[in-house]
């Protein structure tokens, strides 16, 4: 069946089922033999994703990559849609001989249309209006003030995305800004608690305030 097969698409015939096994039955992985497009397949694992066989024919896709004869570049993690709509992250490896002449494709294309379903289904369910989301953060009964004053803080600095010492002047502004909306500095010794946290002195703090409020 495999009679002059390539010795180096012979070799590689075994991760087929090894990576098609490590990642379970949504994942396909198919070796293509360049030199017969018309049966370009001569290993495939999970054929039940495309609905393909051994001896089955090169995708489109191969083909438009034959025709361009660029081969430099694997492709990694792109898209492709099968004829019934699901949704397939793919990548296409190139395999070349020693004298880098394209001899097979490893082909690797994962359903993940349930996933996709999933995703959009957390990103609804996990969905936070950002105008109150800073107002919603909630402690116990036995919380101090100073509890709340810290929790909001801790909040409004997570929201940042990075570490207090890699925050620019602009990024701390903001962050009084987002605290002052909050009412934060109503509480007795805000002013000194938020410019320890951002590392800065009480003055500058007052002075972050007067340009927030000139500009409002």
């Known amino acids: ?6 010795p180096i698409l012979k070799n590689m015939m075994p991760l087929v089922d090894g990576i098609a096994n490590t990642f379970g039955r949504n994942c396909e992985v198919v070796l293509h033999d360049v030199r017969n497009p018309d049966n370009s397949i001569v290993a495939i694992a999970n054929g039940h994703v495309t609905n393909r066989v051994v001896g089955g024919p090169m995708s489109e896709y191969g083909l438009a990559d034959l025709r ?4 430099s570049c694997n492709k990694v993690n792109y898209l492709k849609k099968t004829k019934d709509g699901r949704v397939l992250k793919s990548t296409s490896m190139y395999i070349k001989d020693e004298k880098d ?13 349930e996933l996709t379903v999933m995703r959009n ?20 009964g036995t919380d101090t003030i100073n509890d709340v004053l810290s929790r909001i803080v801790d909040k409004t600095l997570e929201s940042m995305g990075k570490p207090v010492a890699f925050l620019t002047k602009e990024e701390k502004v903001n962050v009084v800004q ?14 000194d608690y938020v410019a320890k946290v951002l590392c800065v002195s009480r003055y500058t703090i007052y002075n972050y305030l007067d340009e927030i409020r000139i500009e409002a």
Do not use: P, R, W, Y
């Open 121 to 140: 289904l957390i990103n609804e369910f996990t969905h936070i209006n950002d105008e109150v989301n800073f107002l919603s953060a909630e402690g116990s």
């Open 178 to 191: 987002l605290l002052e909306v909050q009412g934060i500095f109503l509480v007795k010794g805000a002013i």
């Open 68 to 71: 361009k004869g660029d081969f």
């Open 1 to 6: 069946m495999h009679e002059g097969l390539h």
């Open 101 to 113: 002449s394209i001899v097979g494709f490893l082909c690797i294309n994962f359903d993940i249309s």
